[in-house]
Nanobody, 117 residues
Framework: QMQPVESGGGLVQPGGSLRLSCVAS????????VGWYRQARGKQREMVAV?????????AYADSVKGRFTISRDNAKNTVYLQMNSLKPEDTAVYYC?????????WGQGTQVTVSS
């Protein structure tokens, strides 16, 4: 399997919006848990949002992004999205997409999000 590929990062002013995309490869995408993680400079990696595989669409978000970020998926396109609204400078980080769980999870190379005036 090839790594997922993230896109959509960039520079945005505080209060602005970005949408990140992650295109995955391999079989059974619809059954796999997907997630977004981020790592700010000098900080540890943290979970931002996760979305369950299969039916039910169970989500979880970090407290710091609740009400501002939304994770979604399009199984027909093997794609995961992260809609980010009301961005703050503290959201600045490299954002990584994951597909699957535990040792079998596939990770992208990350995309830089910078929130600054």
């Amino acid at each position: 399997q090839m790594q997922p590929v993230e896109s959509g990062g960039g520079l945005v002013q505080p209060g602005g919006s970005l949408r990140l995309s992650c295109v995955a490869s391999g079989s059974s995408f619809s059954s796999k848990r997907v997630g977004w993680y981020r790592q700010a400079r000098g900080k540890q990696r943290e979970m931002v949002a996760v979305l369950s595989g299969g039916s039910g669409a169970v989500t979880a978000y970090a407290d710091s992004v609740k009400g501002r970020f939304t994770i979604s998926r399009d199984n027909a396109k093997n794609t995961v999205y992260l809609q980010m609204n009301s961005l703050k400078p503290e959201d600045t980080a490299v954002y990584y997409c994951s597909v699957g769980v535990f040792a079998s999870a596939q990770w992208g190379q990350g995309t830089q999000v910078t929130v600054s005036s």
